[in-house]
């Protein structure tokens, strides 16, 4: 079986952890110090934090920002479950708006619409590795005075007119979990050049400690530990060149795959997409519906998901937030989207065989 993802780590990385345990420093100890030094150069920031997750990331940026009951959060409707998540953990409401069907990014017409007296932020997403529109929200949130925070959770190395994501909005979140475009096994981190936001941060995540056992906020349990920078170390260093295959395979698939009806991702111009996943919308037009697909693939060897199957404003969990909400190009998405193996251990003959099943089924 292909796979849909897997982590790419080597005897770089075990050699890192096993140095960390020999030195008997296993948490949050100079490995983390170093990481956060390298990350946040390599994204162009002058702070960053790490932490346990990205969820905790998105968590506690918020709550830096002071986000909180009575406030509302714009973030698009077509995106994973921790986007909208992380804002009701801090009692505020997520807005959910409307995506654009080529980019699967927030739509900029849907955000406008949606402004209102209570937002205080815009939470905007570079999905699958493509950036958003980041200069055109960053300018109408700087028009409104709110904050703009980039969820750049599986956009590690993408740029938008050759500046690194993640250091356009207040802050950037970003995930490391096993199959992101670079791991720490799991963990998250911020990037930010605000000097008062990245201080709060860190307090937030060591248990609102101002100092050792001084407690003047409450907290949480969100660090990082250096068995996992060392690894995020190890896979920073690689990274460039894991997209770089990324981007390779991408171009393959744009070329090879022969689609009555099957859509290409389309990359915006002046941005460089990092293809967290290769996704593909199986329109009507094709012969076989989105799940036909899947399943004559999975009968081949070739793993396949659904990124996402619900959107945002029809979960259960949020539908107290979504009675009203309309998000027609989201609905259509999750109808019709599909990810294809897009990881650096796709070899060329995956691809090519890849190319050759989907051709045949559609």
């Known amino acids: 079986m292909i796979p849909i993802g897997t982590p790419l780590t080597d005897e770089q990385e075990i050699a890192a952890v096993s140095e960390v345990l020999r ?21 162009g ?34 995106t994973f479950f921790a986007t909208a998540s992380s804002v009701c953990m801090c009692g505020a409401k997520p807005v959910f708006v409307d995506v654009d069907r080529e980019t699967f990014n927030l739509s900029i017409d849907a955000l406008q619409n949606a402004l209102s007296a209570g937002t205080r932020a815009v939470i905007g997403v570079h999905l699958f590795g493509q950036p958003f529109e980041v200069n055109t929200v960053k300018e109408i949130c700087g028009e409104r005075g709110i904050h703009l925070v980039e969820d750049a959770a599986q956009a590690h190395g993408a740029t938008c007119h050759g500046r690194k994501v993640g250091s356009f909005g207040t802050a950037g979140c970003f995930s490391f979990y096993p199959t992101k475009n670079m791991t720490t096994g799991e963990g998250g981190f911020v990037t930010t050049d605000d000097d008062q936001v990245s201080q709060k941060i860190r307090q937030i995540i060591n248990h609102g400690q101002s100092e050792k056992y001084l407690h003047t906020m409450l907290g949480f349990n969100y660090r990082m530990t250096d068995i996992g920078a060392s690894i995020g170390l190890a896979q920073l260093r690689k990274l460039d060149s894991f997209n770089a295959r990324r981007r390779e395979t991408a171009q393959y698939y744009n070329s090879n795959l022969r689609y009555p009806g099957l859509i290409p991702p389309r990359t915006v111009p002046g941005s460089v997409h990092v293809y967290h996943q290769y996704v593909v919308r199986v329109t009507e037009e094709c012969r076989l519906n989105r799940d036909q697909v899947a399943m004559k693939l999975k009968d081949k060897g070739i793993g396949t998901a659904v990124h996402y199957p619900i959107p945002l404003h029809r979960q259960p969990v949020f539908s107290k937030y979504a009675r009203q909400t309309h998000c027609p190009v989201s609905e259509a998405l999750a109808k019709e989207v599909l990810s294809l193996p897009v990881h650096p251990r796709v070899t060329d003959a995956d691809r090519e065989y890849i190319c050759s099943c989907i051709n045949e089924v559609t």
């Open 23 to 43: 030195s008997g420093m296993l948490a949050q100890g100079p490995g983390v110090e170093m990481f956060e030094k390298e990350f946040s150069s390599y994204c």
């Open 45 to 78: 920031t002058r702070h960053g934090i790490a932490m346990n997750n990205g969820t905790a990331a998105l968590h506690a940026t918020l709550l830096a920002l002071g986000i909180g009951p009575g406030d509302e959060v714009i973030l698009p409707a077509f």
